[in-house]
Every structure is written in structure tokens, then in C-alpha cells.
């Protein structure tokens, strides 16, 4: 089952459902907060891709999001909202796309509010293909709080899942994932298909090692370099092998023996109870990175809906080292398989630091506008649209900022004869040039005078009679 959220955060309420309304039918259904709902975050219910962003006719401004079918599918339409994706962007379940429109003179004159609708396939007229959003959200996770960034889920994968489907675990919503590449000296044969398959659908996305306490770690190294070709994919090291005596000595050994080949290393996989139970608990503040622990929920199903909260136990730091990602069960449904599900609290830009990749720079993100004033780049982005928009209707007619750009045709203003100010320019260009002749002319004609004036200073002029 793929990743779905509520549309706006918990504690809000249904203001007018999908059905009959004032001797009409009501093709959504209206979302509100008590309070007051003016500027708060709407959120995708489902991943998919942003197909319109904007200004639209009975929604003030709306987007709509296309989810392919690994997301769950369908078309969901965010009404009376001020924008802050683009069209073409993917997004992601859960994430930002808009804020809700404060203006009451975008929202039907009523209090604002959200305006949800379900498109059975892709974007419809009025009409049995919108179907009611309440049954399709029944079980739906709430988003994470304004400001807070989100925790993401990521997935570690190895020969035991053969050939994984990568690409469905990233329409499920699954933020990074990592693969084994050795375990010991043994390769693991999946790891070239998905190495090229996760950079294919990850931004974040890394190799492990299994460590095999009877290989010495220059020897496991060695071996993942040489299978890896490269130093540019991040290492996570799995420390859990029973077999051995394992000792914080060989470990930080292990982890050397990585950097000293070139490699970035990831978060240790190093599990609480193998930590207490088979190394007797030492203290880990020696380590280069944090600790990737483990800590299984039962049950199987989503990973939004079996991850047991960023307050869990599981969190708590072990032998005074952090807790960097989570891995919290190994039945997680996803990419058509039960598998090890993982979190990393901090969304996006944790998962940047952790991966040592510089983050994209984000919708959410604050910036200094001309005035110096600091805004999100949503806003920025959206006051660089109005005022374009304002731009194009100026320069070639009341509404046209509705028209696709390349073939916009004008639709003119009555006071220049119904055509653009480019066109009227253009059009006046000849009258222009023939007033300019004629101007010309009139030179010409006064010049001749003046010659005249000056050869002959009485012509023109009435001559006095002569005796007098």
C-alpha cells in the first residue's frame, strides 16, 4: 500500500462533505480548522507530480497533483490554496504544496478553507469520475506539524530481496535506501543492478558492508573498493556478526580501514542488543559517525503507519553516542516485499548531512527578497509570477496571463482599438512616419519663407504709401 496523509495536520474538521449542497451537487469536500484555517499548510495526500499550480477559475488558486499508480493513483485537486510547488515538481505523501488562502474574496466570500477533490484517474469536469476524498483517506497518517521538519523512511536491501524494485519503493515515498555490497570478501550479485537502480530513483542512497569478524577489516575493505570501482558511494558497516568476538577495537578498526580507502562512511548498523549482549556496552564516543540502531514494532503494513514515533525508546542514545536512523521493523510492505524500514528524524536536510550531500534548496526554505525582508522561496516565487502575470496582462490585455505562453493571442484593450500595446505601437508606427513627413513638409515651406524674408525684408508685409 502506498503512502497517504490527511491534507491538513490533525484536530481539523469538515466544514462542508462531499454531496447535495444549496440545490447543488458539492464535488469535494471543504476542510477546516477551529480557529481560523488562513495560511495554514496543505500537504499531497498522495506522491506524484504537480500537473497545474495557479490561478484558476472558482478556486482563487489552486494545485493539482497526478499520482501514477505506485502512489496510489488518481488526481488530487488542493482548492483556495496559494501555491508553493510548481508544475512539474515531484512531490512526495506528506509533503508541503500550498498554504490555504487567507483572502476571504478567493474563497466564495466565505471563511477560509480547503477544498479537497478525488479524481478517479486524471482531472475531470463535475461528474461520477470525482469521487468522495473521505473513503479514500479512511487510515490516512497525519502530516507533520508546520516548522517540524518531517522524518523520512529509507531501506537497506541485500541479495535477499533479489532483484528489488527500486523504483516502486521511491513512489511509495521511501526518502533513501543502501544495498550490501560485500560481506566479508563475498560479493553480493545484485549489487551493480542495484546500485544503478538507486541512483536512478534515490538522491540519498549508499553501499554496506557486513562485517564477518573472522575477515580482517583491510582485507573486507579492500574488497568492497575493488567491487565498487569507485570511492564515490557512501559506506554503512553492519555490525552484528555472531560469529567472533567482537570488540569496539575491531570495529573502529573496521571503520579506519574504510576512510582510509577514500570512502564516506555512513551511520554504523549497530543493533542495542548486540551492542549490550556481545560487546559488553562500551562507550562508542570514539566513533567517526552515529549509530544506526534497531528496534522492531510488530506487524506488517506501511511504514508511515507501523513507525512507532520520534519519542520512542528506540531513539535513546547508547554508550553516549547519537542515534542517527532508526531501523524499527524488518515486515515493512514495500516495493511489493517485507523488508528492514528505517527513519531518520530531521527530513531532507538530516538526511543531506548523513549522505555528506549538500541539500536541494526547498520551497520551504527562507531567503532575502529585494527589500531585504526575509520570505520562503514559495512566496518569492509566487510575487515573481503575480507581478509577470501583471506584466503580460499590461502588454497584451486584461486575463491573458491565462494563456499558455507560446501561443498566447492577445486579448487587447478596448482603449487601443481592442489590440496589445505592442500592437497598437506597431499598428500607430505608420502614422507616426506620416506626421513626421508632413512636419517635414512644413519645414520646408517655412525655410523658403525665411529665405525670403531675408532677401526681400517687405515681402509679406504691407508697404506704406508712398509721400508718406
Excluded at 512531490?91 to 474563497?107: K, L, W, Y
Excluded at 470525482?130 to 502530516?143: H, I, T
Excluded at 562500551?282 to 511504514?303: E, F, K, M, Q, R
Aim: charged content about 20%; hydrophobic content about 40%.
Amino acid at each position: 500500500m502506498s503512502a497517504r496523509f490527511w491534507p491538513l495536520q490533525g484536530g481539523h474538521v469538515i466544514t462542508s462533505p462531499f454531496g447535495p449542497r444549496e440545490g447543488r451537487f458539492h464535488f469535494g469536500v471543504d476542510i477546516g480548522w477551529p480557529g481560523g484555517s488562513a495560511g495554514l499548510p496543505v500537504y499531497a495526500c498522495q506522491g506524484g507530480t504537480v500537473v497545474r499550480a495557479g490561478p484558476a477559475r472558482g478556486f482563487g488558486q489552486w494545485v493539482v497533483i497526478d499520482h501514477p499508480d505506485a502512489d496510489g493513483g488518481g488526481t488530487t485537486v488542493y482548492g483556495h490554496v496559494r501555491p508553493q510547488a510548481v508544475v512539474g515538481q515531484r512531490v512526495q505523501a506528506g509533503q508541503q504544496v500550498a498554504v490555504i488562502e487567507p483572502d476571504r474574496a478567493f474563497n466564495g466570500g466565505v471563511a477560509p478553507h480547503l477544498h479537497l477533490e478525488w479524481h478517479r484517474h486524471v482531472l475531470s469536469p463535475p461528474g461520477p469520475e470525482v469521487l468522495d476524498p473521505l473513503p479514500l483517506l479512511a487510515g490516512a497518517a497525519y502530516p507533520s506539524p508546520e516548522g517540524a521538519p518531517m522524518t523520512v523512511f529509507g531501506i537497506d536491501v541485500s541479495n535477499n530481496q533479489d532483484a528489488f524494485d527500486f523504483a516502486c519503493a521511491a513512489a511509495e515515498g521511501i526518502a533513501f535506501a543502501t544495498h550490501k555490497v560485500v560481506e566479508g570478501t563475498w560479493r553480493d550479485p545484485f549489487w551493480p543492478r542495484a546500485r544503478e537502480q538507486m541512483a536512478a530513483h534515490f538522491e540519498y542512497w549508499g553501499g554496506y558492508i557486513y562485517c564477518r569478524l573472522d575477515t580482517h577489516p583491510d582485507t573486507e575493505a579492500d574488497a568492497a573498493l575493488d567491487y565498487i570501482g569507485d570511492t564515490s558511494v557512501p559506506i554503512q558497516l553492519d555490525y552484528e556478526d555472531d560469529h567472533g568476538t567482537p570488540s569496539l577495537a575491531d570495529l573502529l578498526a573496521r571503520a579506519d580501514a574504510v576512510r582510509a580507502r577514500g570512502f564516506a562512511l555512513l551511520p554504523v548498523y549497530l543493533p542495542r542488543w548486540y551492542w549490550r549482549e556481545h560487546m559488553g556496552a562500551p562507550d562508542l564516543s570514539g566513533l567517526p559517525v552515529g549509530i544506526w540502531n534497531s528496534h522492531y514494532v510488530t506487524g506488517t503494513g506501511p511504514a508511515h503507519l507501523l513507525y512507532p514515533g520520534d519519542d520512542h525508546s528506540g531513539w535513546e542514545a547508547m554508550g553516549g553516542k547519537h542515534i542517527d536512523i532508526l531501523q524499527f521493523s524488518s515486515t515493512a510492505a514495500i516495493g511489493g516485499q517485507l523488508i528492514d524500514v528505517n527513519a531518520v528524524r530531521g527530513g531532507r536536510d538530516q538526511l543531506a548531512r548523513l549522505f555528506r550531500k549538500e541539500p536541494d534548496m526547498q520551497l520551504t526554505d527562507i531567503v532575502i527578497n529585494k527589500d531585504g525582508n526575509p520570505v520562503t522561496v514559495a512566496d518569492l516565487l509566487a510575487s515573481i509570477d503575480m507581478h509577470a502575470s501583471w506584466v503580460v496582462d499590461q502588454l497584451a490585455g486584461p486575463d491573458s496571463r491565462h494563456q499558455p505562453g507560446p501561443t498566447l493571442d492577445p486579448t487587447g484593450w478596448p482603449q487601443l482599438e481592442d489590440k496589445s500595446v505592442v500592437d497598437s505601437v506597431a499598428s500607430a508606427h505608420g502614422k507616426i512616419d506620416a506626421v513626421t513627413e508632413t512636419l517635414a513638409q512644413v519645414q520646408d515651406k517655412i525655410q523658403v519663407i525665411l529665405e525670403h524674408l531675408v532677401t526681400d525684408p517687405y515681402v509679406g508685409r504691407h508697404r506704406k504709401p508712398e509721400g508718406q
